[in-house]
């Protein structure tokens, strides 16, 4: 492993060393090409928890392509030996199934950028995620496609490409050009799942791992009120009251909060910031849309599933997901209106929305990827279109905001972020449609603040030359 590398890992565990007590466990999780005795990786990670709640998933053949899930043991410096020996040209070990190894480009060195602290995919549901990521040949040395694909097709237990065989080993979407190592680090510190917000009486958790020090974990918490922050503050960890809630070691703090208000509690250890969520007193709403929409939806389930559809689609999953967009929209305090069911109108736009302001966004919906069906230059030509529109009426003041809204992940789409971002148009994964569920957006939303955010995103992605995403 050459300098660079050996310090950009250890660059990552000195950053995460002040909770690295917590990581008891670990997990390699990898599909790879075999050529010998030796596995190629294509796609590999390794987790570093506190505990795992699911069990390692079987060891998976097809072909020359095999995928699996092994348990280190040692902690957080077993892990960075291991790491080091998978970068290394004699790979890393695995009992009875050969040398697992990151080969890399001949006469070049793998390559490895800075830890990424505070990882955009975690950020989504509210979790700090620590990141390396280490890259090696060009994926295209190790498979063909679409030969690979069509081959594990025919497996025994058959997947249906590549990419779905990586999200089931926990790797996410395939990557798209080189071969890849991640070093994934989970929060040590968690709000606990099953805290409520009832009757105006909030009860609170916190989770922390073992070998964790309490005195140096906090619960901070935001108390939001028809909008507004009512209440905000922390309690030391050591303060809290500890006791086992449904098998877990949790910290409570109990509040007295406002009829109908949200919750936001944030998991601290060693002044930083782990983990977030959102809560609020499931019958109870200040936001008169949003309980509009639960007398119609009691349950939530009819949105959500509308929202996030299974995939592949089946029957009129697309007419459902548009339907459910504009009901999102709705009831997040825009005025939509929706054109794209209509045969005669599909073609001027899916949905227009409007804010309290007066500012436009122009939505495609779309169960697959951005580019598909040229769903990004049809939505370019449509913000166009309506700019010009405005203008010619002497509207020009009133802004306008095209958004992509698709069913699937961000890692699925990855490969068009780059295009719409360079298009100025903010791309909505299922990541932020389950975020809206997750984070109270829906009982207090304020649609002018939700559009100057969108914006603000957009802005920031063309400054970085990345995804709107966030």
Not at 24 to 50: E, H, P, W
Not at 215 to 231: H, T
Not at 286 to 293: P, S
Request: charged share 20%; net charge negative; glycine share 8%.
């Amino acid at each position: 492993m050459n300098q660079h590398v050996q310090k950009m890992v250890g660059d990552f565990f000195a950053a995460i060393s002040p909770w690295s007590s917590a990581y008891t466990s670990a997990r390699l999780t990898f599909i790879a090409v075999r050529r010998g005795t030796f596995l190629d990786i294509l796609a590999a990670r390794v987790f570093v928890a506190s505990v795992f709640r699911e069990p390692p998933k079987s060891w998976f053949q097809a072909g020359d392509l095999e995928a699996g899930q092994v348990e280190l043991s040692g902690g957080v410096v077993a892990v960075a030996q291991a790491i080091e020996q998978i970068a290394s040209p004699d790979g890393f070990e695995i009992a009875e199934r050969g040398q697992l190894l990151l080969r890399s480009e001949d006469n070049q060195n793998i390559s490895v950028g800075p830890p990424d602290l505070i990882h955009a995919e975690g950020i989504s549901q509210g979790n700090r995620l620590a990141v390396l990521t280490m890259s090696g040949i060009r994926r295209q040395m190790l498979v063909q496609q679409p030969q690979t694909d069509w081959m594990l097709k025919a497996a025994v237990h058959p997947f249906d490409s590549l990419s779905e065989l990586s999200i089931e080993y926990g790797l996410g979407a395939a990557a798209n050009t080189s071969t890849t190592l991640e070093v994934v680090a989970n929060a040590a510190a968690e709000v606990f799942a099953l805290s409520t917000v009832k009757d105006g009486k909030a009860d609170l958790g916190l989770w922390l791992a073992k070998n964790l020090d309490k005195s140096k974990a906090r619960l901070g918490y935001r108390v939001i009120d028809k909008g507004v922050v009512v209440n905000r503050g922390s309690v030391e960890g050591d303060k809290l009251d500890w006791g086992d809630r449904s098998g877990d070691i949790v910290g409570q703090l109990l509040l007295e909060v406002p009829l109908g208000a949200v919750v936001q509690c944030i998991a601290s250890y060693a002044g930083h910031a782990h983990h977030l969520r959102w809560f609020a007193d499931p019958k109870t709403y200040q936001n008169a849309r949003a309980a509009v929409l639960s007398s119609v939806d009691q349950t939530g389930k009819l949105l959500r599933g509308y929202l996030l559809p299974e995939l592949p689609p089946k029957g009129k999953a697309a007419d459902d997901f548009e339907s459910a967009v504009a009901w999102m929209l709705w009831a997040l305090g825009f005025a939509p209106v929706s054109f794209g069911m209509n045969a005669k109108t599909r073609d001027a736009f899916d949905i227009l929305a409007v804010s309290p302001r007066g500012d436009f966004v122009v939505v495609e919906c779309t169960l697959g990827l951005l580019r598909a069906e040229s769903k990004l230059s049809k939505l370019s030509a449509r913000e166009a279109s309506l700019r010009k529109m405005l203008a010619t009426s002497g509207l020009q003041h009133l802004r306008v905001l095209p958004v992509i809204v698709t069913a699937m992940t961000k890692d699925e789409v990855k490969a068009d972020l780059n295009a719409a971002a360079e298009t100025g148009i903010l791309v909505l994964t299922r990541e932020d449609l389950e975020a809206i569920f997750d984070s109270g957006r829906l009982r207090f939303a304020n649609a002018d603040h939700l559009f100057e955010e969108a914006l603000q995103r957009i802005a920031d992605a063309k400054v970085a030359g990345d995804s709107p995403l966030r």
